[in-house]
C-alpha cells in the first residue's frame, strides 16, 4: 500500500497495521535526520517524532486536500509552469 493509503486507513480506521507502516516507511528518513544529533538524545528524538507523526496523521485532512494545480498557484515557478501547460494547450 502507498503511504497516502495507509495515512487514510489510519486515520479513519485507526489502523495500528497501517501506522506501522507509515513509520517503517518513514525510519530511514528518521535515522538520516538523528544521526547528526548527539548521541544520548538520539533515542529519546526518535521517539518524540514517531510520536509526532502519529499525532499528524490522526490529525492529517484527507478529505479536503488541496489540487496540484492549487500549490503550483502558490509559487511564483508554480504561476509558470501552469502558464506553460495552459499556452502549451495540455
Do not use: C, W
Not at 526518535?46 to 509526532?52: N, S, T
Amino acid at each position: 500500500m502507498d503511504l497516502y493509503g495507509s495515512v487514510q486507513k489510519a486515520k479513519k480506521n485507526n489502523d495500528e497495521s497501517s501506522i506501522q507502516h507509515i513509520l517503517e516507511r518513514l525510519e530511514p528518513k528518521i535515522k538520516q535526520t538523528i544521526v547528526s544529533m548527539e548521541k544520548q538524545y538520539q533515542e529519546d528524538i526518535e521517539q518524540e517524532v514517531k510520536l509526532r507523526i502519529i499525532e499528524a496523521v490522526q490529525n492529517y485532512d484527507t478529505d479536503n486536500l488541496p489540487s496540484l494545480k492549487d500549490l503550483l498557484g502558490k509559487t511564483k515557478e508554480g504561476r509558470a509552469i501552469l502558464k506553460k501547460i495552459k499556452d502549451d494547450n495540455f
